[in-house]
């Protein structure tokens, strides 16, 4: 498994070189201004949630003020996420990877961006311990809060072991908490976030998917997932459903 998560992340690492990439100047410009004394909302004007960009769980300043640093970090997370996608099936597993392959070149068009980080969340939130998917679940809720739904999703699937989810859970959530209180944020969160996102991004959010966009998602759910409870059909779609305009 290993050697072929290390061959897959190997050819997307050539697709970087040869056909180039893009890399969101947010991941490079925040972190920068952050670790040199600037708070988010107060003197970083930004909508987003405080991970990765500024706060105690932001990227290090290291890795993001020197391209080879952002694409060490991108590689990584590259590698992490294929380990991550063998995990849940180790069948036909070069198929799998073929797949993998194809979808990361169609849709993530050789870019790093939040939603790089958001896949590792969303397969280490699904397939870890759980206590390590509460940790990641946390990350998901920070960095897109209209996937909550996902994470709650996988809070309910934990059975007997909601505890040690709820602990994972928590321990982000509180060190963002106390991050903001600290420094006296909230209210400058609060309208960044919520009031800023609410006047703008909720009215494309009205928008639904027509008949021919809801086609491709559809037959992928068909060939891909072979089984699936309808709970669990429900809470991705209800999932899905906030962040198709950004799509």
Known sequence: MIFLALLTTFLEFLSLEFFGYFLSPELSVYPYLYSHGLLPYRYILDQH???IFFGPLTIPEFLVTNPYGLMILWVSLLFLINCLILKFNPKDAY???LGVL???????GRTLWTDTFLLLFILGSLSLSP???GVFSAFIFLLKPTLIPLSLLSFLRQKDKKLLYLAGFLIPIGTILLFLYKQDLF???KYYVFDFNKSNYLNLAMKLPS????LVPLVLVVLLIRQIKLKDLAFSVLAAIPIFPRF
């Not at 194809?102 to 993530?108: E, M, P, R, V």
């Not at 008949?211 to 809801?214: I, N, S």
């Open 131 to 133: 206590f390590l998917k």
């Open 187 to 189: 209210q400058d969160m």
């Open 102 to 108: 194809a979808i990361w070149i169609f849709f993530s």
């Open 211 to 214: 008949p021919k966009e809801l």
């Open 95 to 97: 198929t799998r990877m």
């Open 49 to 51: 949630p405080p991970l």
